[in-house]
């Protein structure tokens, strides 16, 4: 008998296991048998192997050593173990099963062990909705290779669960259970591969929309009639040499020191995106909509007679107009100037409607503003005046703010001007309109002139106007060219485009669409699109507990289900033996909850043995 040392490898990480051996004659030639494995032993020299073996040989065939107390401590073990494997006594976990169909095995408890755990729940639920949304089968049939289409899925569940720069994602998809759910190595995953997927990627973003898009409308059975339209920016950090796109421009994101794209998305009814398109950092609202209804129709499709929604800022004629060119219909909000020739309709209480509005159910004790709306005919457009309470507060607040800091500029102007350190009248007069520019709400209502003979700043405000503005506090103005909706309707519909913002909010906070790092044209918009594939199935997972009356956000579904893990169980054996289990935990009641709400299988992985 001799004893040899085996190796494996598991995890990244080499596990030794010795094993006794004899030589047997065979017809083929001399074998090694195994009489039963050791374990993984304390380290010793060669010639402590075999003496150990010596020593177990001589105890099995009963005869006792020449000196029994120099005995190594571990051969009575090992003779036990070898007489109850010859015995039937012992059932190795991998050698037969017993008759009520479990693995039969001995366990030194106090050493049992649990490790390599990584995080299951949101990874299972998100790559379940991206089968359900039929992804594989769409990057299928553009030619994708299952290994492309694995990193894909892996890419927008990142951005859905933990978003990460490409630098951060290999680690990230290593701490999860994707290596198990899809029986994959991502240990040599870099960041290049992820670039190259972008490219990848790139070209095929318009046809991989258009495809899911169709996907949804099925699935989820959505109405092509109404979809809303409306815009965002997202800022760089760094330069952007390499996108003729980022330009500086007007930021939503409070960042106008940094260069920016600007996203178009248009949105069903029921909030699911329809297309997005990159604009040039610096584009106007109103110089979008041609295009952003040329993808539409090119993508999904433009029923005739579907609804266009879009806020002021593509509330022009020309706008209009387009919309009427392609046989569609618009809900505009109207610009504020043109509030100004229904003044007396807004003061005049009768023909209002009072809107009741009920609590959002994620948050019942929210207190909705109390909106009355009137509608008015006038030619083949129908407006309707709106006026909320809150707003009324809100308007008064900001305009009280701004005009408080513009007589305190104005206050320090005087002053310059009369302690001569301000001069030339050209030089004032530029001063003057800084002041319009940077107060442009308030401003209107103030005169302001400088006296150059007098040599002094010339300050009066206009009440009528000032009062005038007062009197349209909370108010605004829709237009329509659809004759069929009552004023309650037509104000329904218009609030509905919140959800592109609701969209906009998600793509940029939990999605982490901005900032954007990347530098290169192609991979920016990639990036774009990879936060549009996560928002999809952000909606669907949401929907789906909608539809069951669940009004929980995909943050608190993704906290929940955390704690839903994978992880190996290592059971030291009586034989010495080390047997792994690599398994999901039990899932608690919340998860299993979950699970059944989004018709989710609660099982993750089926066990594995090592």
């Given at each position: 008998?001799?004893?040899?040392?085996?190796?494996?490898?598991?995890?990244?990480?080499?596990?030794?296991?010795?094993?006794?051996?004899?030589?047997?004659?065979?017809?083929?030639?001399?074998?090694?048998?195994?009489?039963?494995?050791?374990?993984?032993?304390?380290?010793?020299?060669?010639?402590?192997?075999?003496?150990?073996?010596?020593?177990?040989?001589?105890?099995?065939?009963?005869?006792?050593?020449?000196?029994?107390?120099?005995?190594?401590?571990?051969?009575?073990q090992?003779v036990?173990?070898?007489?109850?494997?010859?015995a039937?006594?012992?059932?190795?976990?991998?050698?037969r099963?017993?008759?009520?169909g479990?693995?039969?095995?001995?366990?030194?408890?106090?050493?049992?062990?649990?490790?390599?755990?990584?995080?299951?729940?949101?990874?299972?639920?998100?790559?379940?909705f991206?089968?359900?949304?039929?992804?594989?089968?769409?990057?299928?049939s553009?030619?994708?290779?299952?290994?492309?289409?694995?990193?894909?899925?892996?890419?927008?569940?990142?951005?859905?669960?933990?978003?990460?720069?490409?630098?951060?994602?290999?680690?990230?998809?290593?701490?999860?259970?994707?290596?198990?759910?899809?029986?994959?190595?991502?240990?040599?995953?870099?960041?290049?591969?992820?670039?190259?997927?972008?490219?990848?990627?790139?070209?095929?973003?318009?046809?991989?929309?258009?495809?899911?898009?169709?996907?949804?409308?099925?699935?989820?059975?959505?109405?092509?009639t109404?979809?809303?339209?409306?815009?965002?920016?997202?800022?760089?950090?760094?330069?952007?040499?390499?996108?003729?796109?980022?330009?500086?421009?007007?930021?939503?994101?409070?960042?106008?020191?940094?260069?920016?794209?600007?996203?178009?998305?248009?949105?069903?009814?029921?909030?699911?995106p329809?297309?997005?398109?990159?604009?040039?950092?610096?584009?106007?609202?109103?110089?979008?909509?041609?295009?952003?209804?040329?993808?539409?129709?090119?993508?999904?499709?433009?029923?005739?007679?579907?609804?266009?929604?879009?806020?002021?800022?593509?509330?022009?004629?020309?706008?209009?107009?387009?919309?009427?060119?392609?046989?569609?219909?618009?809900?505009?909000?109207?610009?504020?100037?043109?509030?100004?020739?229904?003044?007396?309709?807004?003061?005049?209480?009768?023909?209002?409607?009072?809107?009741?509005?009920?609590?959002s159910?994620?948050?019942?004790?929210?207190?909705?503003?109390?909106?009355?709306?009137?509608?008015?005919?006038?030619?083949?457009?129908?407006?309707?005046?709106?006026?909320?309470?809150?707003r009324?507060?809100?308007?008064?607040?900001?305009?009280?703010?701004?005009?408080?800091?513009f007589?305190?500029?104005?206050?320090?102007?005087?002053?310059?001007?009369?302690?001569?350190?301000l001069?030339?009248?050209?030089?004032?007069?530029?001063?003057?309109?800084?002041?319009?520019?940077r107060?442009?709400r308030?401003?209107?209502?103030?005169?302001?002139?400088?006296?150059?003979?007098?040599?002094?700043?010339?300050?009066?405000?206009?009440?009528a106007?000032?009062?005038?503005?007062?009197?349209?506090?909370?108010?605004?103005?829709?237009?329509t060219?659809?004759?069929?909706?009552?004023?309650?309707?037509?104000?329904?519909?218009?609030?509905?485009l919140?959800?592109?913002?609701a969209?906009?909010?998600?793509?940029?906070?939990?999605?982490?669409?901005?900032?954007?790092?990347?530098?290169?044209?192609?991979?920016?918009?990639?990036?774009?699109?990879?936060?549009?594939?996560?928002?999809?199935?952000?909606?669907?997972?949401?929907?789906?507990?909608?539809?069951?009356?669940?009004?929980?956000?995909w943050?608190?579904?993704?906290?929940?289900?955390?704690?839903?893990?994978?992880?190996t169980?290592?059971?030291?054996?009586d034989?010495?033996?080390?047997?792994?289990?690599?398994?999901?935990?039990?899932?608690?009641?919340?998860?299993?909850?979950?699970?059944?709400?989004?018709?989710?299988p609660?099982?993750?992985?089926?066990?594995?043995?090592?």
């Open positions: 008998m001799f004893i040899r040392k085996a190796t494996s490898k598991y995890q990244g990480q080499v596990y030794a296991n010795y094993q006794l051996v004899r030589s047997v004659q065979t017809p083929k030639g001399p074998r090694q048998k195994l009489i039963c494995s050791l374990g993984d032993l304390s380290p010793r020299p060669a010639a402590a192997w075999q003496q150990l073996a010596h020593q177990v040989e001589d105890a099995l065939q009963g005869q006792p050593g020449l000196f029994e107390g120099s005995r190594q401590p571990e051969v009575e090992i036990r173990q070898v007489q109850a494997r010859q039937g006594q012992l059932v190795p976990a991998r050698s099963r017993g008759d009520s479990e693995d039969l095995i001995a366990i030194h408890t106090d050493r049992v062990q649990v490790e390599y755990a990584s995080e299951a729940g949101p990874v299972h639920v998100g790559y379940q991206w089968k359900r949304l039929g992804l594989d089968e769409i990057l299928r553009l030619e994708f290779s299952e290994a492309v289409i694995r990193l894909t899925c892996a890419m927008a569940l990142n951005r859905l669960i933990h978003p990460a720069s490409e630098h951060a994602m290999p680690g990230w998809i290593r701490s999860t259970a994707l290596e198990d759910m899809w029986d994959v190595d991502f240990k040599t995953l870099c960041e290049d591969r992820l670039y190259r997927n972008l490219d990848r990627l790139y070209p095929n973003r318009a046809a991989i929309e258009a495809a899911l898009v169709k996907r949804e409308r099925s699935l989820f059975n959505l109405q092509p109404v979809f809303f339209y409306d815009l965002t920016s997202t800022y760089f950090e760094g330069q952007a040499l390499a996108n003729p796109k980022a330009k500086r421009g007007y930021s939503r994101d409070k960042r106008p020191d940094c260069k920016q794209v600007v996203i178009g998305l248009a949105i069903g009814r029921e909030g699911f329809l297309a997005h398109e990159i604009f040039a950092g610096n584009v106007q609202d109103r110089q979008t909509l041609g295009t952003m209804l040329d993808r539409m129709k090119t993508r999904v499709g433009l029923a005739p007679g579907a609804t266009v929604v879009v806020d002021r800022g593509m509330a022009y004629a020309e706008n209009l107009q387009e919309i009427r060119d392609r046989n569609l219909r618009y809900v505009v909000a109207s610009r504020q100037p043109e509030r100004d020739q229904w003044l007396d309709d807004f003061e005049d209480s009768e023909g209002f409607e009072e809107m009741h509005r009920e609590p159910p994620r948050n019942p004790c929210q207190k909705k503003s109390d909106v009355r709306v009137k509608l008015l005919h006038k030619g083949d457009e129908c407006f309707v005046l709106c006026t909320s309470s809150q009324v507060a809100k308007d008064r607040a900001i305009r009280s703010k701004q005009e408080l800091r007589l305190a500029d104005v206050e320090r102007l005087r002053q310059r001007i009369a302690k001569g350190r001069v030339r009248e050209v030089a004032i007069g530029e001063a003057i309109g800084r002041l319009k520019e107060y442009p308030v401003a209107r209502y103030h005169l302001l002139s400088y006296d150059a003979v007098g040599r002094q700043l010339r300050h009066e405000p206009d009440e106007k000032k009062a005038k503005a007062e009197r349209l506090d909370g108010g605004y103005l829709l237009r060219d659809r004759q069929d909706l009552t004023g309650p309707e037509a104000w329904l519909l218009y609030i509905t919140t959800r592109a913002e969209a906009f909010r998600a793509m940029k906070s939990p999605l982490a669409e901005r900032p954007i790092f990347h530098q290169v044209e192609r991979r920016v918009e990639t990036h774009i699109f990879l936060c549009v594939l996560a928002y999809h199935l952000l909606v669907a997972i949401e929907t789906t507990l909608s539809d069951h009356d669940q009004h929980t956000s943050s608190s579904v993704r906290e929940v289900l955390r704690t839903h893990q994978v992880v169980i290592v059971l030291p054996t034989g010495g033996r080390i047997l792994r289990i690599r398994k999901a935990t039990t899932p608690e009641p919340e998860h299993v909850a979950l699970y059944r709400l989004l018709n989710v609660p099982e993750i992985i089926r066990p594995r043995r090592t």
